[in-house]
């Protein structure tokens, strides 16, 4: 009985571990930092959009010159 104890157990634990039912975290898990678009990135977001014609020229300068103010 005790022969086939110690390899169950260590069989039962490895499959715990690797199928994630443990829910162990390595490395200190998820950051997830908002990071802010650039005025650059913006700006190439933005011609991108008037280029794909989703949005008019008359948009594309109103929203250019808002950003370029800084608004």
């Not at 829910?23 to 991108?48: F, I, N, P």
Request: with cysteine; hydrophobic share 45%.
């Amino acid at each position: 009985m005790k022969k086939r104890f110690l390899p169950t157990a260590v069989a039962l634990s490895a499959m715990l571990l690797f199928s994630g039912c443990l829910a162990l975290q390595v490395g200190g898990g998820d950051k997830k930092e908002v990071e802010k678009a650039t005025v650059g990135k913006q700006l190439v977001d933005l011609k991108a959009a008037r280029d794909a014609g989703a949005i008019t020229d008359a948009e594309y300068e109103t929203q250019k010159a808002k950003l370029l103010i800084g608004k």
